[in-house]
């Protein structure tokens, strides 16, 4: 029988391996159809270890849909802990493939309509805009995650002022235009 300790750290390892189990569709079809699944991660959420809980929602952002986000989630205690998150890991090289992965499942979560609120109330695009116009992620997931998340993000009038305030975002959208990254090129033009 595990002790607490031993339990907390196999909650980390398990956790840790379906975050990267989530890069693969045939294992997110498989998660989205499994119900325990989602219940278990919900249930998985609700401690006060932080990185146990921040890897629960980056799994359940990628295999929840709407229903699931209104009825089972917390969307302020969400966003708050990716924001937690997202603030250590955004100047720490060591973390990028973790900042990737945040920015992964940010993208899926922007989707719901009660933490797109919750972003902009905790003021995350700032970061967004950091991880787009920054030269070390230039060419990444990073940037175009964070596009993608910036651009769901827009369609909120209170942050498509920020976004458009930000000159050097706006006129960094205009390099990214021509970028050869299709799936860049398209945010950054309708992000303009």
């Known amino acids: ?10 909650k980390r390892t398990l956790l840790s391996t379906l975050c990267h189990c989530a890069y693969n569709i045939d294992m997110i079809v498989y998660m989205k159809n499994n119900l325990l699944l989602k219940r278990l991660l919900l249930k998985m959420s609700e401690p006060d270890d932080s990185e146990i809980s921040f ?29 937690i998150y997202f603030i250590s890991m955004i100047d720490d090289s060591i973390q990028i ?13 922007v989707q719901h309509e009660q933490i797109k609120i919750e972003l902009i109330n905790k003021e995350t695009i700032p970061l967004l805009i950091r991880c787009v116009i920054e030269a070390n992620f230039q060419k990444t997931k990073i940037q175009q995650y964070a596009l993608a ?16 305030k930000d000159v050097n975002f706006m006129n960094h959208l205009k390099v990214l235009e021509n970028s050869t990254e299709e799936n ?5 033009n309708h992000l303009l």
């Open 97 to 109: 493939m973790a900042l990737d992965s945040l920015l992964h499942s940010l993208k899926s979560l």
């Open 149 to 164: 998340t910036s651009l769901t993000l827009s369609f909120n009038d209170e942050a498509l002022k920020v976004l458009e």
């Open 1 to 10: 029988m595990l002790d607490h300790r031993e339990t907390i750290i196999a």
């Open 55 to 83: 890897n629960s929602y980056r799994i359940l952002a990628i295999i929840m849909n709407e229903e699931d986000i209104k009825t089972s989630a917390n969307g302020c205690k969400i966003v708050s802990l990716f924001y």
């Open 184 to 188: 860049i090129q398209r945010a950054a």
